[in-house]
């Protein structure tokens, strides 16, 4: 998919997204976090399934969205991928173009806890990216090393002369980072890094295994001649809350005292570079490990309830490689940056329990990772030649450090970390379309090498050296054809002609400028224009939402009244009719009235008829002679009577429906009191019955009493010998006690008292 333009020679190609599956932990497999919400279907291809409780599958229930999705990368490695492989598919072509003097720039994405810093740093047995690159790189360097430190790295690609004292400091510097003695707990109340404090310890022996097995220490790019020298540079920074701090500082020992921050600025060719940025010269991995482990100290870590140690801050760790000559006072022959970005990790507030400071550290981070994927879609509509699209690389620190890598200055490599936990599965699918969208980027790389073009060397006030032959500054190389020329031996003619050509030039050069003053007014007229474009797609769209929303309310509200309304006439027709209720004999009397009229009208209206077919004389029928005023005052009353009787008949409708109504209700309420008498009955005769058992009982306890008397009467006339027993308690229990009368009221109650037992058995069971 790489093309290239002749006349340029610029390359174009996809941003390259890979990703990386984090293993499940024995916690995660305990709480049932692996329900296949993830699914590798081949190395360029991964599927997602959304679990039971997720937003995604409410969302597809309620038919927004879909369950499935699937998505493309580079390459996938799975939970099972080693680091050296992981390295091997990801990092090799990056460090061989970096060592042959082209930029470069790697960054982890993803939500937290999903295995970025590991990707990058590793364990103590097992590097990561970063340390693995420096193995290659010092080894592609082997003994070419630059011994001095008197050329450091200085705004974004330009080379600083250090003087003694300079170097001294330099010397110092380094000495002191590589033999600090580590620190339990920071001042800031953070959890630091101390749990893995040996994690670079034995990190360079293990290195120097694999290198000696050659997996990693191949040559790149074949066998070089000895006369090229190289000197390699690190710094390791951070941004927290959008300010940036040196990781290579000395932490405050005090709370009072405040952290250093940094700023961003830009050179002359408009690159931007931090300014007063630590830069530290090291021989070796080892030297860069413990530079790095150093730094670590320093970052902004916490604890969160999804991650103990979760990256709070966004750290880039560069690494800068100057190319020199083969001398003892060497010349530059290029420069060339790699950096390593760890970009902390995208978290939902309610998900992680933040509060206060962790709050505010998450709402940055999601505010710097939303601008970054603002910019990267920006980037690939401006792919379109139709149309200009702004990039708000200015929006954030992070994403103005990377304009110059988005831009051609250099490779950018983008490595998605994710885990397969179903609890995460709704900020993964964001980081998954946010990787989309990153592939779909095309980078257009200038083919930039050591040969490209010489950097300037400055001096200790930062201006250019112009003594170092080929190493001249761009002044200088634009001056580098005019002579000085002795004004006074030129005649007054030459004189004019000198100063017309001069003013020619200035005009020439004021043309130039106005020119291009004009193409940057009309860029950044058409990016206000475009943002005012996309400013108002954004607000019709929170319009139209609105207006959507309202609608919603509106009909609700209408929905609400019809129903009142209709309560409402519901209820003025039942008081309607309560008022007007008739009862019923009044009903049936006003009936009968109605029918009697009604025969009254029949009888005179067939009267009228035979008088008027027979035409007979008022003679002849004197009960029925009329006039004819006689007749219009008959047919009036029979008007007013047929009006009374269609009011009737209205009344008596009425009346009818009303009576039906009160007939329902007197049936209902018959029927109810016709269940409680039943209940009524029910309850009676349970009574009745209690009241039989207890006479029964009654009887029982009479006959009881009466064999009672007899039983004692018979022990007395058979004991008539003795003396009268005396009465009370203590008496009666010595005669009781004795043997004799034992037995014989054993036998006497065993004959007397079965008869009544058997009675009393028979009652109660009757």
Known sequence: ????????????????????????????????????????????????????????????????????????????????????????????????AFVTGQNGLVFTYGVTNAGKTFTIQGSPKDGGILPRSLDVIFNHIGGRHYPKMNLKPYLSSDVMKLDAAQIKQEEAMKASLL???????DERGMRTVNSSSNLYRNLSTSLERVSSKGSMCASLNGDEKNAHQFSAWV???????????????????????????????????GSSYVKDLKWVNINSTAEACKILHFGNKNRSLASTRMNQQSSRSHSIFTIRLLKLSAEDDPSVLGVSEISLCDLAGSERCN?????????KEAGNINNSLLILGKCIGALKQSQNPKKTNYVPFRESKLTRLFQPFFCGRGKACMIVNINQCASTYDETLH?????????????????????????????????????????????????????????????????????????????????????????????MGEAMYQQMVDLDETWSKRFEDLKDTYDEQLESRLEMYRKAIKNHAYRQAMEDLEDNYVPLEEFQLEQEK????????????????????????????????????????????????????STLNAQIQTMKDTAALNVKQFNDENEMLRQHLKLKDQEVKGLQSIAERALLLEASVADLQEELEKSRNLLSSTDGYQPKP???????????????????????????????????????RK
């Open 1 to 96: 998919m790489c093309k290239a333009t002749k006349d340029t020679d610029q390359v174009s190609q996809p941003l390259k997204v890979y990703l990386r599956v984090r293993p499940f932990s024995k916690a995660e497999l305990a709480s049932n976090e692996s329900q296949d919400c993830i699914v590798i279907e081949n190395e360029e291809t991964v599927s997602l399934q959304a679990p039971k409780d997720s937003s995604a599958m409410k969302n597809c229930e309620r038919g927004i969205g879909q369950a499935v999705h699937k998505f493309t990368f580079t390459q996938i490695f799975g939970p099972e991928t080693k680091q050296a492989d992981f390295f091997d598919g990801t990092m090799r072509d990056v460090v061989n």
């Open 179 to 185: 033999s600090l003695k580590e620190v339990s707990v």
């Open 235 to 269: 710094s390791f920074f951070e941004i927290y809350n959008e300010y940036i701090y040196d990781l290579l500082d000395q932490f405050p020992s005090s709370k009072n005292q405040k952290r250093n921050t940094l700023k961003i600025c830009d050179d002359q060719s």
């Open 351 to 359: 998900k992680t329990q933040t509060v206060g400071d962790r709050l």
């Open 431 to 523: 980081v998954m379309k946010f990787s989309a969208v990153a592939k779909q980027v095309v980078q257009v790389i200038q083919p930039r090498n050591f040969d490209f073009m010489g950097p300037r060397i400055v001096g200790k006030d930062g201006k250019a050296i112009l003594e170092i032959e080929g190493n001249l500054s761009i002044d200088e190389l634009l001056s580098e054809d005019e002579e000085e020329i002795d004004v006074s031996i030129l005649s007054a003619d030459d004189l004019l002609n000198k100063i017309e050509s001069l003013r020619d030039k200035l005009i020439a050069e004021r043309q130039n400028k106005l020119v291009l003053e004009l193409q940057i007014r009309k860029e």
């Open 594 to 645: 109605v029918e009697v009229r009604e025969s009254r009208i029949k009888e005179l209206e067939m009267a009228l008829s035979i008088m008027k077919n027979r035409g007979e004389s008022d003679e002849t029928y004197p009960e029925f002679i009329t006039t004819s005023s006689t007749l219009d005052a008959l047919s009036r009353k029979c008007q007013e009577k047929d009006k009374i009787i």
């Open 726 to 764: 005396k009465r009370g308690l203590f008496s009666n229990l010595k005669l009781t006690m004795s043997p004799a009368s034992k037995n014989k009221s054993k036998s006497t109650e065993k004959h007397e008292e079965t008869p009544a037992t058997t009675k009393r058995s028979l009652r109660f």
